[in-house]
C-alpha cells in the first residue's frame, strides 16, 4: 500500500514537474515572441554612460553603424562626420556603436573609444557604449537589426566593422551597406537623398 502511494505521489509531483515546464517553455516563447516594431523600442548607454532611447530620434532617418579604432576601414569615420555634417540639418542622425566583434580592433574603453574618436576625425555625431553586435551576447538593437526572420530583405549577420544600416523617419530599416561601401559614396548618398524627401 505504501509502495503504491509513493508511486501515485510521485506520479503527481512528476505531472505537476512537467506543467510548470510547459508553462515556464510558454512564457519564453511569449518573452521572445515580443518583438520590436522599430529601432525606437530600444534604449542604449551612450559614449558617457547616459542611459538614450533611440525614441529620441523617432522622425528623423538614421545610420547605425558598428565602428572600431583599429579597422581597415577606421578612416570612414571621416566619411561618417562629412556626411553628417551635410545631411543633419535635413534630418540625417549618424548612431556610432563601438564593437570589439572582429579580430579585436575595438579594445579600449568607452573613454579611450570617445577620445580616439574626436581627437582623430573630430567626430560630432552620437556615439554608443560598446556593445556586441553578433554571437550569443549579441545586443537586443543587433539582433533586430540583423533578424532574418523579421526582416529577410536587409537581415544576416554582421560581418565585419562598419556595417552600415539606414534607417527610415518611421524607425524601419530601409537599406543595408557592407564596410567596403563609403559613407560618401553614391550608392549612399543616393539612399540618404531618398530617405530625407
Known amino acids: ?6 508511486g501515485i505521489g510521485l ?10 515546464v510547459a508553462l515556464s517553455r510558454a512564457n519564453d516563447k511569449t518573452e521572445t515572441a515580443t518583438v520590436a516594431n522599430s529601432i525606437y523600442d ?8 547616459k542611459e538614450t532611447s533611440l525614441a529620441d530620434y523617432r522622425g528623423k532617418v538614421v545610420l547605425v553603424v558598428n565602428v572600431a579604432s583599429r579597422c581597415g576601414f577606421t578612416p570612414q569615420y571621416e566619411g561618417l562626420e562629412k556626411v ?6 535635413r534630418g540625417l542622425v549618424i548612431l556610432g556603436f563601438p564593437a570589439n566583434n572582429f579580430g579585436g ?5 568607452n573613454e579611450e573609444i570617445k577620445s580616439f574618436c574626436s581627437l582623430k576625425y573630430n567626430v560630432t555625431f552620437p556615439m554608443f557604449a560598446k556593445i556586441s553586435v553578433k554571437g550569443d551576447d ?18 544576416g549577420d554582421v560581418k565585419w566593422n562598419f556595417n552600415k544600416f539606414l534607417i527610415g523617419r518611421d524607425g524601419k530599416i530601409i537599406g ?5 561601401v563609403k559613407p560618401e559614396s553614391p550608392e549612399m548618398a543616393q539612399a540618404i537623398e531618398h530617405a530625407l524627401e
Do not use: C, W
Open 1 to 6: 500500500m505504501k509502495t503504491k502511494l509513493v
Open 11 to 20: 506520479a503527481v509531483m512528476l505531472a505537476a514537474g512537467l506543467t510548470v
Open 42 to 49: 530600444f534604449s542604449l548607454k551612450n559614449i558617457d554612460g
Open 84 to 89: 553628417y555634417l551635410k545631411y543633419k540639418d
Open 105 to 109: 580592433q575595438e579594445p579600449g574603453s
Open 138 to 155: 549579441i545586443h537586443p538593437l543587433y539582433k533586430y537589426l540583423t533578424d532574418k526572420q523579421s526582416d529577410p530583405q536587409f537581415g
Open 176 to 180: 543595408r551597406f557592407e564596410p567596403a
